[in-house]
Nanobody
Framework: VQLQASGGGLVQAGGSLRLSCLAS????????MAWYRQAPGKQRELVATLYPGDKTDYADSAKGRFTISGDNEKNTVYLQMGSLKPEDTAVYYC???????????WGQGTQVTVSS
């Protein structure tokens, strides 16, 4: 299983970015897909989760600003981020957990930097 994250970059406060996570070796719609982030000096934290059947869940910090979604044809999960704040600056990681086996996998991170 490989997860390839992309879409990070530098954006001004109030701007938007869309992160992508292309999965191979597993089927996105059958797994629990999630985005985590880790800011310098802080622990990695869960940002958003997409469950089989398209149920979603968000950290309080992401509610109303971020949207997680999946494209089954492309086997890709997205994190649309809006109204970005400097405190959203972090390395964002894609994560998957297979529903039946519980096996977990991480993608490489993608850096998001929000300037004030």
């Amino acid at each position: 299983v490989q997860l390839q994250a992309s879409g990070g970059g530098l954006v001004q406060a109030g701007g938007s970015l869309r992160l992508s996570c292309l999965a191979s070796g597993t089927i996105v719609r059958l797994n629990v897909m999630a985005w985590y982030r880790q800011a310098p000096g802080k622990q990695r934290e869960l940002v958003a989760t997409l469950y089989p059947g398209d149920k979603t869940d968000y950290a309080d910090s992401a509610k109303g600003r971020f949207t997680i979604s999946g494209d089954n044809e492309k086997n890709t999960v997205y994190l649309q981020m809006g109204s970005l704040k400097p405190e959203d600056t972090a390395v964002y990681y894609c994560h998957t957990r297979k529903w039946f086996t519980g096996d977990e996998y991480w993608g490489q991170g993608t850096q998001v930097t929000v300037s004030s």
